[in-house]
């Protein structure tokens, strides 16, 4: 494999170094090294090429949070655990900004979006449109103790959706960063329509990894001119397959594989979801599945029973 | 092979060391139990009768097997709906509500719903993604693969080495030698727990992390790393998720990686000369308190 064919962080033949490069950039998903690693470096079980990676990453995180000498050929103090934005961030946003950055947080699995002119006065905020549909978000800021109650859905179902541009949504939701009550679940059944809640958008969160200092650029992009946003996010390293190949509206996966620059995380509290393609079957088929992927458990678990057999042992 | 349904009779051990051939539509003498499978109508199938396997909010339907569900109608479930067990040796039991029942007079109950042996099935049930005969392991083990749930007659392996069918405060021993069988659920697990019989012999258990025996953890995680790494290179969403709900089903803390994960031991035919366990009812009362209801909790 030539230098060219990998990620800029990957050096063929380098396992440490690829690690410790592919930590200092803090947007590269633990699960993509692990993936490089396993298709050209080591041949084990991902598990354990799992381990090997977040252990590396929290040796270099331990030892460059540590004050350095002037012998550290580093010239900037940087911060690897760098943190990603997060729904507690997303409370302090207005409507505004924050259907800028669900935007983006969409349209990094897919589409592209566009935010809806406030002289259309619309209830929708947002609009993302994929390759057969377009979903309309009617953007609800909300503080963190504060649930999404069903008068949001309801503004949204009575509201006018009209936007004046652009194709007409086949789908609507209403999106928080607060927590959807029961009821507002129930009247959003009622009316077909979808609610993106805190659960949802930490994933979401956590799969995208979006620093505060992008948030901050994105935002600062979108004040100046649209064509300068969509430039800022063509420049982001695509999603790894696996998250890309989600549907973020599938409501059904809780968190996600990786949550912040901790990585100890990995192996111990975080959920991941299925990690295969997982397509519903349509009603009246035989032979195939039903479930509702909400009571799923947490995937990683596979992982962790085979480390805890292996530390019973020990 | 297919699945056929035969109206023929079975022998079934009973109490005082001897048997009995039960007919088919005759009270069925024994312990209610097996994989439990329904035919129902669905609307989502043009209101036409399938087979159904569920469990809680997971479901899979295959086709109906017109012999079976003629049996059904025949024996008194209205339009031949409703739930059926499979035992461990391909006996097909329902309930019949005792005022719909023709043979009334010889069952043990004369009111509720009356344990009805119906007849046989050879073959597996086609349900597509879901195998309910997969390969049997050869000398370790594998991860089970078909259903976790509502599937195998459950037997416990006592502190005495014995095989034991419990329901509520009932206990029923095996009228078997199941010594082979029991020292391979040892071979695995050093405390007693429960085991899992199927309609085509295969031998399930739950098996926690922390109750196995040492020589036998390797393998097991071995046995799980082969399994997920070959279900996620086909993309099967179908085992993931199965096996997934068995950990969050059996575990104990909010982590699934506490729960017991399903292991296949092998197949019936493998110990003690294929010999089917079958439980000798020795109290009466059993089929008072079993006929209660059409769905009993186990």
Same mark, same amino acid.
């Given at each position: 494999m030539s230098d060219n064919e990998g990620p800029t962080w990957y050096t063929p033949g380098d396992v440490p170094g690829s690690i410790e490069a592919a930590t200092i950039d803090?947007?590269?998903?633990v699960e993509h090294i692990v993936d490089v690693l396993q298709a050209h470096e080591l041949d084990a079980p991902r598990s354990r090429i799992r381990t090997l990676v977040t252990s590396a990453r929290d040796r270099i995180s331990e030892r460059n949070s540590t004050p350095t000498d002037s012998? $550290?050929?580093?010239?900037e103090p940087r911060?690897? =655990?760098?943190r990603i934005f997060d729904v507690e961030d997303a409370t302090y946003l207005g409507e505004r900004n924050l259907a800028t950055i669900l935007g983006v947080a969409l349209s990094r699995y897919a589409g592209s979006f566009s935010l809806v002119d406030?002289?259309?006065?619309?209830?929708? $905020?947002l609009l993302w449109n994929k390759q057969h549909t377009t979903v309309g978000f009617h953007v609800v800021t909300r503080p963190e103790q504060e649930p999404l109650t069903a008068d949001h859905v309801t503004a949204l179902h009575e509201g006018?959706?009209?936007? %004046?541009?652009?194709r007409s949504p086949a789908q609507l939701a209403v999106i928080s960063p607060a927590t959807a009550t029961e009821r507002a679940r129930s009247v959003a059944e009622d009316h077909e329509i979808m609610v993106v809640d805190a659960d949802v958008l930490r994933r979401w969160f956590n799969e995208v990894r979006l620093t505060p200092a992008l948030v901050g650029q994105i935002l600062e992009a979108e004040t100046v001119a649209y064509n300068e946003l969509e430039h800022l996010i063509s420049e982001l390293d695509p999603l790894p397959e696996i998250v890309a190949s =989600?549907?973020?509206?599938?409501?059904?996966?809780?968190?996600? *594989?990786?949550?912040?620059?901790?990585?100890?995380a990995i192996t111990t509290s975080i959920d991941q979801a299925l990690p295969v393609e997982d397509e519903t079957p *349509?009603? %009246?088929?035989?032979?195939k599945l039903y479930a509702n992927?909400? $009571? $799923?458990?947490?995937?990683g678990a596979f992982d962790r029973f085979v480390d805890n057999l292996e530390e019973d042992t020990s | 092979m297919k699945f056929e349904f035969t109206e023929e009779p079975t022998e079934v051990p009973i109490d005082g060391n001897k048997s009995v051939s039960v007919e088919p539509k005759q009270p069925w003498?024994?312990?209610?139990?097996g994989s439990r499978y329904s035919i129902v109508m669905d609307d989502s199938f043009d209101d036409h009768a399938v087979l159904k396997w569920e469990h809680r909010d997971l479901s899979i339907f295959a086709a109906a097997p017109n012999k079976l569900r003629q049996a059904m109608v025949l024996i008194g479930k209205s339009q031949g709906l409703g739930s059926f067990r499979i035992t461990a040796a391909g006996e097909v039991l329902t309930k019949v509500k005792a005022s719909a029942y023709d043979n009334i007079d010889q069952a043990?109950?004369?009111?509720?719903w009356v344990p009805v042996y119906l007849g046989k099935c050879r073959g597996e049930i086609d349900f597509g993604s879901v195998d309910t005969n997969p390969k049997p392991p050869t000398n370790e083990v594998k991860v089970w693969?078909?259903?976790?749930? /509502?599937?195998?007659e459950r037997w416990s392996v006592s502190s005495t080495g014995e095989l034991v069918w419990n329901w509520r405060d009932y206990q029923f021993v095996s009228a078997f030698d199941h010594s082979d069988l029991v020292e391979r659920y040892a071979a695995y697990r050093p405390n007693p727990g429960r085991l899992y019989i199927t309609e085509h012999g295969h031998v399930w258990v739950n098996v926690p992390h922390n109750d196995v025996l040492p020589d036998k953890q390797a393998e097991i995680g071995e046995a799980v790393i082969a399994w997920k790494t070959d279900a996620e290179s086909r993309g099967d969403a179908t085992t993931l998720r199965l096996v997934n709900r068995r950990l969050v089903a059996t575990s104990?803390?909010?982590?699934?990686?506490d729960g017991q994960l399903p292991i296949? #031991?092998?197949? #019936?035919?493998?110990?003690? /000369?294929g010999v089917i366990p079958k439980p000798i009812?020795?109290?009466?009362?059993y089929f008072l308190a079993v006929g209660q209801y059409e769905q009993v909790w186990e």
């Open positions: 803090s947007s590269v998903y012998s $550290d050929p580093l010239e911060a690897v =655990r760098s406030p002289q259309a006065d619309s209830v929708l $905020d006018n959706i009209a936007t %004046g541009s652009g =989600r549907d973020p509206l599938d409501v059904s996966h809780s968190s996600p *594989p990786i949550a912040t620059g901790d990585t100890s *349509p009603p %009246g088929t035989q032979g992927p909400s $009571d $799923d458990g947490d995937f | 003498p024994s312990a209610y139990r043990p109950i004369s009111e509720g693969t078909s259903f976790p749930f /509502n599937h195998g104990r803390s909010e982590d699934p990686a296949h #031991l092998g197949h #019936l035919r493998d110990f003690d /000369n009812v020795d109290d009466q009362s």
